[in-house]
């Protein structure tokens, strides 16, 4: 009779719905670490070269663009930080699991292809 007394739950179902502010981005790197409360907080940008901030090319006497002359701005990588990730330890856990499947896929499928290209 006891488990009479427990509810059988065979299926729960979640469905997915994107925020109007979804957005995908490309990830060249990440850093981050503990915060004080022990969560995990990461940190994902993308690597580009820096957009300089003046550029002068010779015209010529066609009118097309000729070659590039002066160019002014920093120099040097740009790290654009595109968000910022915070979790607890058993989300970060599940993660980490999540991400060793994707790898272990990526080996399976795709690593001879690689070799062979």
């Known amino acids: 009779m006891e488990n009479d007394d427990k509810k059988k739950i065979a299926d729960i179902d979640f469905h997915y719905l994107k925020t109007n502010s979804y957005r995908t981005y490309h990830v ?34 066609t009118g097309e663009l000729g070659d590039e002359v002066i160019r002014e701005g920093k120099k040097g990588f740009i790290r654009q930080i595109e968000c910022g990730l915070i979790m607890d330890i058993n989300t970060a856990k599940t993660f980490h699991t999540w991400l060793g499947n994707k790898i272990n896929d990526f080996d399976k499928y795709f690593k001879e292809q690689i070799k062979n290209d």
């Open 28 to 61: 060249d790197g990440i850093f981050g670490g503990l915060t004080s409360r022990g969560n995990l907080y990461a940190e994902l940008f993308l690597e580009r070269n820096v957009t300089p901030k003046f550029v002068k090319h010779k015209l010529k006497e």
